[in-house]
Nanobody
Framework: QVQLVQSGGGLVQAGGSLRLSCATS????????VAWFRQAPGKEREFVAG??????????ADSVKDRFSISKAKDGDKMTVYLQMNGLKPEDTAVYYC???????????????????WGQGTQVTVSS
């Protein structure tokens, strides 16, 4: 069972920056898709950014493009995925989740139900 452990998040003023981290229990993302989702109160969980299962192709939701950046790095012998969030807006307030899956096809990359593994979630609050 793949484990995803999140850190980061918190309270920031509009225009500020935060970085989220998701430490995984796997050694390579060569056949494993990873993504960030978020869920605001009363709303459905939505895709934010992600890497495809093959080739490391990254994609972003239109609402965060040019402000957020997803990246990955090897930490020891395990992989960690990051979400750098700049120019934060009050509408970015949500619980953020990292997600992963070995069976995510590119066409389903933005669907939460395509992922098998989830982090515990972390609150991001942006004040105006």
């Amino acid at each position: 069972q793949v484990q995803l452990v999140q850190s980061g998040g918190g309270l920031v003023q509009a225009g500020g920056s935060l970085r989220l981290s998701c430490a995984t229990s796997i050694r390579t993302f060569s056949s494993y898709a990873v993504a960030w989702f978020r869920q605001a109160p009363g709303k459905e969980r939505e895709f934010v950014a992600g890497f495809s299962r093959t080739g490391g192709y990254s994609s972003y939701a239109d609402s965060v493009k040019d402000r957020f950046s997803i990246s990955k790095a090897k930490d020891g012998d395990k992989m960690t995925v990051y979400l750098q969030m700049n120019g934060l807006k009050p509408e970015d307030t949500a619980v953020y989740y990292c997600a992963g899956g070995a069976r995510v096809i590119t066409s389903a990359q933005r669907r939460a139900d395509a992922y098998d593994n989830w982090g515990q979630g972390t609150q991001v609050t942006v004040s105006s």
